[in-house]
């Protein structure tokens, strides 16, 4: 069965652009969620996604966003970028099932975003 | 709030012995707690997690983690290390109380170092 799968893997992106990364979950999987890793700030959670619907979100400004699309794959978006948005970008798939805290999460390789 | 830390930054151990990688948790609910594993430029991997049960826990790769309550703690072990284990390793909690989300708190992360 396939794993949680991300792209672009690398990207380059200029301050001030928009970038917008895609994942898609593992067969079944209705929860999705983003992370950001940075050397210095470590792995923040961003927010998460179930059923198109954003049930948690992190400590982030309003330049980042996401959706998910009926099919449960989900983008993000960061808009105006900034040199510090350069990190690992992670997504991670989830059944999600309301109750099921026990579900086990996966995680896909990454989206490395770099800003110039 | 949910926090987690892991207290040593690297640790270094010899192929053949046994390895222990720290981890302890603050939570207001019940703890769900996982370990994942990263190598170099990839994303998690997910090796264990801690639900209800037994205290010890098996993984893959040959991996077990000991939870305790009473220390609130949930170390990673490993009764022979391989120098293909060395990588980065992160404990990670999620919170009961989140209502069914799935947002993981992560320690800082430990790089465990197997040497010959």
């Known amino acids: 069965k396939a794993g949680v799968t991300q792209t672009p893997r690398y990207l380059i992106k200029t301050r001030g652009q928009q970038v917008t990364l895609s994942c898609s979950p593992i067969s079944g999987h209705r929860s999705v969620s983003w992370y950001q890793q940075t050397p210095g700030q470590g792995l923040q959670f961003l927010f998460e996604y179930f059923s198109e619907t954003q049930r948690n979100k992190g400590n982030f400004p309003g330049r980042f966003s996401g959706r998910q699309f009926s099919n449960s794959r989900s983008e993000m978006n960061v808009s105006t970028l900034e040199l510090g948005d350069s990190a690992l970008y992670l997504c991670?798939?989830?059944?999600?099932?309301?109750?099921?805290?026990?579900?086990?999460?996966?995680f896909g390789e990454g989206s490395w975003l770099t800003v110039v | 709030a949910q926090s987690v830390a892991q207290p040593e930054d690297q640790v270094n151990v010899a192929e053949g012995n046994p390895l222990t990688v720290k981890c302890t948790y603050s939570?207001?609910?019940?703890?769900?707690l996982f370990w994942y594993v990263q190598y170099p430029n990839r994303g998690l991997q997910f090796l264990l997690k801690y639900i209800t049960g037994d205290n010890l826990v098996k993984g893959s790769y040959g991996f077990e983690a000991e939870f305790n309550k009473s220390q609130t703690s949930f170390h990673l072990k490993k009764p022979s290390a391989l120098v293909s284990d060395s990588a980065l390793y992160f404990c990670?909690?999620?919170?009961?109380?989140?209502?069914?989300?799935?947002?993981?708190?992560f320690g800082t992360g430990t790089q465990l170092k197997v040497e010959l």
């Open positions: 990670a909690v999620r919170d009961e109380v989140t209502g069914g989300g799935n947002k993981l708190t």
């Open positions: 939570v207001s609910g019940n703890p769900y």
């Open positions: 991670a798939s989830s059944r999600g099932v309301e109750g099921a805290a026990g579900n086990t999460i996966y």
